[in-house]
């Protein structure tokens, strides 16, 4: 191993964003990463694993199964060398499961981020990166979102924990010092997108002949950011994390749901049937990312459109299917 790497903690390691964060730094190189995962089986373990296959056969990676809520685990990967940064990626994802399990959502995604802020202090880890939401701006009338707007008024128990997570950041950054940056993530879709998610179920249903849920009448907009997108901006944030900042990584043009299955339908070359159920509670009505902030000062260039994005996306999807 390069002694000259740069040590890397990253939680939730195996999930979407945190296995193409994790490949993404391996192939460039420089970095020696440790990853933590607890494999949750809010969907398959196994999918999870596929995820972090390619990355856990490097030299330069090391893979541990934990809690971010486990303050001993915690402690003894933080206490067993010097990190030059943490990337807090791990968290109960999702909106409409945290209005059915507030108290699980509160548990991980506070005190798990508590139990990390509370380590990087006592082992001199000084770059924290927070992977926070656009749920958190709730039903914002203002658009685009901007980072100064009054988040408040979060309408779920998991954008409220997000808040809740940047507030605790900014308490760590005050208190000691650390270097913090919150990334508020808009969307974010690709190949190994959370089977839950719109895009996925969506494509998977049409794929088996089958009806997609459609809540509402199809006017809900959101700022749809293709993975690639994402982890640029997630680099750029770690290569310039310095004093408390916040940002948003989105592609700033909104769609409608209803032009996602179009756009969906056009990619996988077969229409979609539809059912129709009523709006639900936690679920905003638009997402629009202000990203000017990200572009001035991470150099953030969002690229992908939806087309091309959705084309990637069903290509790795009939591949693993």
């Not at 969906?264 to 902030?293: C, F, H, M, N």
Request: glycine fraction near 8%; hydrophobic fraction near 40%; include cysteine.
């Amino acid at each position: 191993m390069n002694e000259m790497n740069k040590k890397i903690f990253i939680t939730g390691v195996a999930g979407f964003i945190g296995s193409h964060l994790c490949r993404r730094l391996l192939a460039e190189g420089g970095y020696s990463i440790v990853g933590l995962d607890n494999f949750d089986d809010f969907y398959s373990p196994a999918v999870k694993r596929d995820n972090i296959a390619e990355s856990a056969a490097s030299e330069n990676f090391e893979l541990i199964e934990g809690d971010i809520r486990d303050k001993k685990c915690v402690e003894s990967i933080l206490g067993g060398g010097k990190f030059d940064m943490i990337v807090h990626l791990a968290a109960k994802a999702g909106v409409r499961p945290s209005i059915e399990d507030p108290l699980g959502y509160d548990d991980v995604n506070l005190r798990g981020t508590t139990v990390l802020l509370e380590a990087a202090r006592k082992f001199g880890v000084k770059k924290f990166i927070f992977a926070s939401s656009s749920s958190v701006y709730g039903n914002n009338k203002k658009v685009p979102f901007s980072e100064s707007d009054n988040v408040d008024f979060p309408i779920s128990p998991y954008a409220a924990t997000k808040k809740a997570g940047e507030l605790l950041c900014h308490t760590w950054h005050g208190l000691y010092g650390l270097d913090i940056f919150c990334l508020r993530f808009f969307t974010v879709y690709g190949p190994r997108q959370r089977p839950d998610l719109a895009i996925h179920k969506f494509c998977r249903l049409i794929e088996a002949d089958k009806p997609i849920p459609v809540f509402g009448d199809g006017s809900m907009e959101r700022d749809f950011t293709y993975i690639d997108d994402i982890i640029d901006g997630v680099v750029a944030a770690m290569q310039r994390c310095s004093g408390y900042q916040i940002y948003n990584l989105g592609e700033s043009r909104p769609v409608r749901l209803d032009v996602l299955i179009s756009e969906i339908e056009s990619a996988l070359g077969k229409k979609a049937k539809i059912y129709r159920l009523a709006e639900q509670p936690g679920d905003v009505r638009r997402t629009y990312a202000d990203v000017d902030k990200a572009v001035k000062e991470l150099g953030y260039q969002p690229r992908t459109q939806l087309s091309d994005g959705l084309k990637q996306f069903v290509k790795w999807l009939r591949r693993v299917c």
